[in-house]
């Protein structure tokens, strides 16, 4: 698979080097970039931009540039990852939250990031202004007045007609049947990793991992992670949270060590807490 910069910046500093003071020199940066073929150049005008940004500032050291990962930036590697990592289930009380919004339809950009960060809380739309997540998650609604200060944001808890009634609701606010053959896929292709992995070490070891927790994290934005009752029979995203968080975990140390071998500096594993 191609790699992007912007979303490499990203793993690479919520892996491993925002566990190393979240910073790194430009030329450190340019050597991990080799590993996935992506030109200096190409990393100077990435990190400028970014800069630019305000994903990090930069400092000299001699005629080095360092890049530090802003206090924001930080905050969004956090949350990431503990979406990223979450069970692919959680226990549920048979309830709902209902969120119900309404924005100026001139205002057209703050409706589209509204739906894109209700579909990343875990609420999936059962009408274009009615979305729905299983449980009491009416912190996580609330917490959206403050970021949309314009919207009319309305939150309900509330309960359906029974099981069946609870499954129809859920296959009306998420495509299952899609999301079930992505996970397909992502299983049958990582599949054999669960014994290779150990071989991995050096680069090749980086790589891989990289490319597995590029490939599984978009599943959080689609994946509300339902309850086993809401799910279908056989559900595939079961098998596919084992083999990336296996992986993830079992390429971590070859993976960690080549970093700290280009960076001259340790490279510890995310501290209790914040997953392998």
Known sequence: MSFTPRALILDLFGDYLRYVDSEIRLGHLT??????????ATVR??????????WFTSRRLGRETVYTLSPHMLEVLDEGRRRIFAPASSPWD?????VIYQLSEADRQGREQLRKELAWQGFGPLTTSTWLAPGDRRVDA????????????DVLRCTSDGLDHDRELAGRCWDLTTLAAEYEAFT?????????AGTLVGSDALVERTRVITTFRHFPFKDPRLPQDLRPEA???VEAHEIFHGVHASLGLPARAYVAGVVGRDVPAPPNGQYE
């Open 188 to 196: 049958v292709e990582n599949r054999h990793l669960v014994q290779t």
């Open 94 to 98: 048979k309830s709902w939250t209902m």
């Open 31 to 40: 050597t991990l970039f080799e590993a996935f073929e992506i030109a200096p």
């Open 142 to 153: 609330h917490a959206l007045t403050s970021e949309f200060p314009t919207a009319q944001i």
């Open 45 to 54: 005008v990435t990190m400028s931009r970014l800069r630019r940004e305000g």
């Open 235 to 237: 559900w595939p995203g």
